[in-house]
């Protein structure tokens, strides 16, 4: 039964407890760029009960209707009562593309609605394009990143897909106007497998310095503990790690936990800034697994140039604090 | 001659690898700055079979045999050498036990080596010789249902962490004078000595035992009254020597692979330092001799798995593999220029393990003595 | 407890990836040269139904889709303390999709019998999809957990499983049978003992194809399969060395627009 015959792009509102996950918002602007491509129509689809507060949230985030699914039995997220409410609005609205965050909720629930509707799936993606066909192109890594394959869908329906949480971006414009509707979804009274017994919230952890997706590392050149305050607003303003070479440890500016190289730790951020690092081999065998590398260094002929990809031979007294500043004021807007 | 290992033994190499490669490296620093062996670590080795390889089944062992044995030190050893060296002489209490002993005896202490609940060793070297065996000077005399033990046994690996030792003395004169015994660390008059400082290979114990006045059971002689020489002799020659060899090779391994990795990645005049000559011919001496040593090793336990006599075939992997893990780690160091002499690098720690598997277990010049019969024996007129 | 199914995975290993190459005409990996491991996670999966095992008693199978030179890599889940291996193999099913094997190995799971439990990795160090736990449970319409980081069978044919969520755990009790994928935090794995290395020659290691499946041609293999690859690319770490050069403004400005080029900001 098609109810709306406006098959488009559906985006899965993820909430637990009324919080929306951030990362519906970063794909809800991803669909909203590509339905401007072709021609479509972007749906939020939120499952749930009692959330119809977040309804205009998702539309200010780009959603041209949201379909509000509230259901008791939707309370608490479990797969299998989340699996089949979502399987019954794919089969009555039957839409073209379907988005998911990949998060936990969403690498556990999105394979099981895929399999529900007997369609394909890609995990992880980095990117999403339309080809000349204006079939979704899946962008995702494998083989740790060595490997990049683009997946199509072509045959199924929905194309489904879950996005990495911040390989897009959240785009808001408040106040957007946008239609809200309910919709009946016809949950069967069942068991609905495992019964949550208690669900543990912990504060977020500070971030390991090998899970870090930047790394701001100091070396010997950074001279005393006044300067070493820079690497870590550095840190902070890119919500990175900060990592070091041995002399800082030594010199007590830094933790032996913060100690980058062989008889240290081993980094693979998406980027590593190295200030006042000589690049001794030693200490790049535990960053030249990055995947940008910006190094600032006075000498010109800094080994840690050679592993670089933007060099900047320059004393970074004179480059770090003008930089601070520039980034916060990116920021700010 | 088939020269490829079974499907059975490329699993082993495999299994010991990665039990090696997750479990040793915590220990090392601590084992480095201690000499102390980790106790923590010999029950998840005996859970493996470490400590139980060669033991028959029936006494809780695994009984997979020399062969098995060598691929198992030398993958310990290319971790970390006193792994090895420490199991090695393990296996030789285990060895001396259960080809002397009779069954009562197994049962009693053999199990417990097998299953890792001590320590294993053979108390040989006395002060008063080490090579010249004959010559020691620890006595045992029978005195109504006891032997009074007394004398020193000195550079005894495994010493303070067994819970017995199998002590060789000279219950007589001259090479049938001498006996073995299994005695308790608690038997009235045995005492700890001093423990060793070696500089390398460090993490297996090393000690003195002294023995004053000590009683040891009638029933705890092990063999016959006389043929303390003899299991002695054999239990270095054929489990000492090929143990010693394969720590020896796992350290030539490790060796190889560091300065490997290091000429591949240290560049110079723009390019990895690999690409020079010198470089290259250093890489190939030392991948000729791991070449060689792994097959005098593996040939050596081969032999000794088909019950053929290889008494020289031991001395000579044990010997040459040795001195080849000392040269190769020479050159290693000389590969790294300054980086390989910095605390940093493994290197350094390879060239000492290795110069310290040289004397231990038997020095190069008795290995030459057992070579030279085998040289000149066959031209005897 | 009767049987536990352990889905495990021949995957390359990691400490070769930089060989692997891409053969641009039919757009696949060629992976020679590239030895195989058993997938990581799938050791975690192994121990886990080992030690339900051992309080528990029943039989624990590995069941692996894969091409048919995997033997070795089968063994050692053999040697850790598997009763036996099922591996499924054909042609037909090359090129599958995760659809596609959460399917096969479906039937494999079906053809073996009756069970309690399907234990697998989270994910696959090479693909990574981490979507066969879900669709093995939707295809064998069973409940299934993913990010399991704690597993306690109850006497009932219950279970309290443990789930990692971001910020936080969520406790639930299901009921057998059921899929249950594992994150490494659930134990550690066993060493592979050598008793088991002597034990594994003897087990069985069945191999079983389509025809024994049957399983509909269409549904499976690369043409079965609902995704397709439309490109593949290896990636090669070349670093740029761009000097970036001027006055400090100007360095700056570079610097910022580097970051934000790089999805930072």
């Known amino acids: ?333 | 001659m088939d020269f490829k290992f079974s499907e059975k033994e490329e699993m082993l190499r495999k299994a010991v690898r990665e039990f090696a490669e997750n479990e040793l490296p915590p220990k090392m620093e601590a084992m480095e700055e201690t000499g102390e062996f980790p106790m923590a670590l010999l029950k998840p080795m005996a859970e493996v079979g470490i400590t139980g390889i060669i033991t028959p089944t029936e006494y809780g062992g695994v009984g997979m045999g020399y062969l098995a044995r060598t691929i198992v030190l030398e993958e310990l050893g290319r971790v970390c050498g006193a792994m090895p060296m420490a199991m090695q002489v393990h296996h030789m209490g285990c060895a001396a036990i259960s080809d002397f002993g009779t069954d009562e005896q197994k049962e009693k202490y053999l199990t417990r080596l097998a299953q890792g609940e001590t320590m294993g060793t053979v108390a040989v070297t006395d002060p008063a010789g080490g090579s010249d065996v004959i010559g020691m000077k620890a006595t045992a005399e029978l005195k109504g249902d006891k032997y009074i033990l007394n004398g020193r046994k000195c550079f005894m690996t495994n010493s303070h962490t067994s819970d017995f030792w199998v002590v060789i003395a000279k219950t007589g004169e001259g090479a049938k004078g001498m006996s073995a015994f299994i005695v308790d660390k608690d038997a009235p008059g045995a005492k700890l000595g001093r423990k060793e400082n070696k500089f390398g290979l460090r993490g297996a114990n090393t000690g003195e035992l002294a023995f004053d006045n000590c009683e040891v059971p009638k029933e705890n002689l092990l063999g016959q009254e006389g043929g303390g020489l003899g299991v002695a002799i054999k239990t270095i020659s054929e489990t000492g020597r090929t143990g010693m060899a394969a720590t020896a090779l796992g350290i030539l391994t490790a060796t190889w692979e560091e300065a490997g990795k290091f000429a591949s990645e240290r560049v110079l005049y723009g390019k990895p330092i690999s690409a020079l000559q010198a470089i290259q011919f250093y890489m190939a001496e030392i991948y000729s001799q791991l070449e060689i040593c792994r097959l005098l090793c593996y040939r050596a336990s081969w032999m000794k798995d088909q019950g053929m006599r290889c008494d020289t075939e031991t001395a000579l992997a044990k010997y040459y593999t040795c001195e080849s893990a000392v040269n190769a780690a020479k050159k290693a160091i000389e590969i790294h220029g300054s980086y390989g002499i910095m605390k940093e690098y493994a290197v350094q720690r390879l060239f000492r393990d290795a110069m310290v598997t040289v004397p231990a277990g038997g020095t190069a010049e008795i290995a030459k003595v057992v070579l030279a019969r085998a040289a000149l024996t066959p031209f005897k007129k | 407890m009767n049987r536990i199914i352990v889905c495990v995975k021949p995957v390359p290993d990691p400490r070769h990836w930089d060989k692997v190459t891409m053969d641009p005409a039919t757009m696949t990996l060629k992976r020679e040269g590239i030895p195989s491991i058993l997938n990581p996670l799938d050791k975690h999966a192994l121990e886990a139904a080992l030690t339900i095992r051992e309080s528990r008693g029943g039989e624990v199978v590995s069941l692996t889709m894969a091409p048919p030179f995997v033997d070795s890599i089968l063994r050692e889940g053999l040697a850790m303390g598997a009763d036996r291996a099922v591996l499924l193999s054909d042609p037909a099913f090359a090129g599958s999709d995760t659809l596609a094997t959460a399917l096969i190995l479906a039937a494999g799971c079906k053809w073996i019998g009756e069970f309690d439990l399907v234990l697998c990795g989270n994910l696959s160090i090479d693909g990574s999809t981490a979507q066969i736990c879900s669709q093995l449970g939707e295809l064998l319409d069973l409940p299934s957990v993913m990010h399991v980081i704690g597993l306690e069978w109850l006497d009932n044919d219950r279970a309290i499983i443990t789930q990692r969520i971001e910020h936080g755990r969520v406790r639930m009790e299901a009921a057998s049978p059921i899929v249950v994928s594992v994150l490494k935090e659930l134990n550690k794995p066993r060493y592979i003992p050598f008793t088991g290395i002597l034990e594994a020659e003897s087990k069985e290691l069945k191999v079983i194809s389509n025809q024994d499946l049957k399983i509909d041609p269409g549904l499976i293999g690369l043409n079965g399969s609902p995704t397709k690859m439309a490109g593949l690319e290896v990636r090669r770490f070349e670093r740029k060395r761009e000097r970036v050069e001027g006055s400090i403004d100007e360095i700056v400005q570079a610097l910022a627009d580097k970051i934000h080029q790089y999805g930072i900001i």
């Not at chain 1, 019954?88 to 556990?108: H, K, N, S, W």
């Not at chain 1, 980027?271 to 001794?280: K, P």
């Not at chain 1, 990809?309 to 980034?327: G, M, N, S, Y």
């Open chain 1, 1 to 333: 039964m098609t109810v709306n015959n406006d098959n488009g792009i559906w985006v899965f509102a993820e909430q637990r407890s009324g919080d929306l996950h951030e990362v519906s918002l970063e794909l809800l602007g991803k669909a909203r760029e590509i339905a401007g491509q072709a021609n479509s129509m972007v749906t939020a689809v939120l499952p749930g009960h009692n959330i119809r507060h977040l309804a205009q949230t998702l539309i200010d985030h780009g959603a041209d209707s949201v379909l509000i699914a509230d259901d008791p039995q939707l309370d608490t997220y479990r797969l299998l009562p989340y699996a089949l409410a979502l399987e019954c609005l794919i089969r009555d609205y039957q839409p073209e593309i379907f988005l998911m965050g990949a998060t936990a909720l969403g690498v556990e629930l999105a394979p099981r609605v895929a399999a529900k509707v007997r369609t394909g799936l890609s995990a992880h993606c980095i990117d999403l394009n339309l080809n000349e066909k204006g079939h979704l192109l899946q962008v995702v890594p494998g083989w740790g990143g060595g490997v990049i394959a683009t997946i199509t869908c072509p045959d199924h329906r929905p194309q489904m897909a879950t996005v990495m949480p911040g390989a897009m971006k959240a785009v808001c414009h408040e106040g957007r106007e946008g239609d809200i509707r309910n919709v009946e979804i016809r949950l069967p009274e069942d068991h609905f497998g495992p019964r949550v017994l208690e669900i543990k919230k912990k504060a977020p952890e500070g971030l390991p310095l090998e899970k870090a997706e930047v790394v701001i590392a100091g070396g010997w050149g950074i001279g005393d503990q006044e300067e070493w305050a820079m690497i870590e607003e550095l840190a902070g303003i890119l919500k990175g790690a900060v990592g070091a070479t041995r002399p800082p440890v030594d010199e007590g500016w830094a933790q032996e936990g913060q100690m980058i190289g062989q008889s240290g730790k081993t980094v693979r951020p998406t980027l590593y800034i190295g200030v006042g690092i000589s690049g001794v081999m030693h200490h790049v065998v535990g960053m030249d697994q990055s995947k940008h590398v910006i190094s600032i260094n006075s000498n010109p002929n800094a080994e840690i140039f050679d592993v670089s990809d933007v060099i900047v031979a320059e004393d970074f007294r004179k480059i770090l604090p003008p930089l601070l500043k520039e980034l916060k004021s990116r920021l700010k807007d």
